[in-house]
């Protein structure tokens, strides 16, 4: 999966934006990320689990050495992955559902995408 599929993909998902807070491609919902997107590194960081261990027991295990817990909130439940093919794309694009929903989720109702 490409930078711009991936880019594309998270931005026509309901009430989905694109920001930039500090240089790097945020995609949000309700003010909230659900992707941080590597446009340089050619990853993305998503949302994953409740905690590290439920992100990363599940990924990291499926893809040892390739999906790795975020820098910084890691311990959150986020994850990084490449978007070289080495995890494929039905399971990026799982990855992204997964994140949206869980942080549409966490929304005040009234910050939630009508369609979402």
Request: hydrophobic share 35%; glycine share 10%.
């Given at each position: 999966?490409?930078?711009?599929?991936?880019?594309?993909?998270?931005?026509?998902?309901?009430?989905?934006?694109?920001?930039?807070?500090?240089?790097?491609?945020?995609?949000?919902?309700?003010?909230?990320?659900?992707?941080?997107?590597?446009?340089?590194?050619?990853?993305?960081?998503?949302?994953?689990?409740?905690?590290?261990?439920?992100?990363?027991?599940?990924?990291?295990?499926?893809y040892p050495d390739v999906v790795t817990p975020s820098a910084y909130i890691g311990r959150y439940g986020w994850i990084r992955v490449p978007l070289d093919g080495a995890v494929?794309?039905?399971?990026?694009?799982?990855?992204?559902?997964?994140?949206?929903?869980?942080?549409?989720?966490?929304?005040?109702?009234?910050?939630?995408?009508?369609?979402?």
């Amino acid at each position: 999966m490409s930078v711009d599929d991936l880019v594309s993909y998270c931005l026509a998902k309901p009430g989905s934006e694109e920001t930039y807070p500090w240089g790097e491609l945020v995609v949000k919902v309700g003010g909230k990320a659900f992707a941080f997107v590597g446009e340089t590194s050619g990853t993305v960081g998503v949302k994953a689990g409740r905690t590290a261990e439920e992100a990363s027991g599940e990924w990291c295990a499926r893809y040892p050495d390739v999906v790795t817990p975020s820098a910084y909130i890691g311990r959150y439940g986020w994850i990084r992955v490449p978007l070289d093919g080495a995890v494929p794309d039905d399971e990026v694009r799982e990855l992204v559902d997964t994140s949206y929903a869980d942080v549409v989720a966490r929304l005040p109702k009234k910050r939630r995408p009508a369609s979402a």
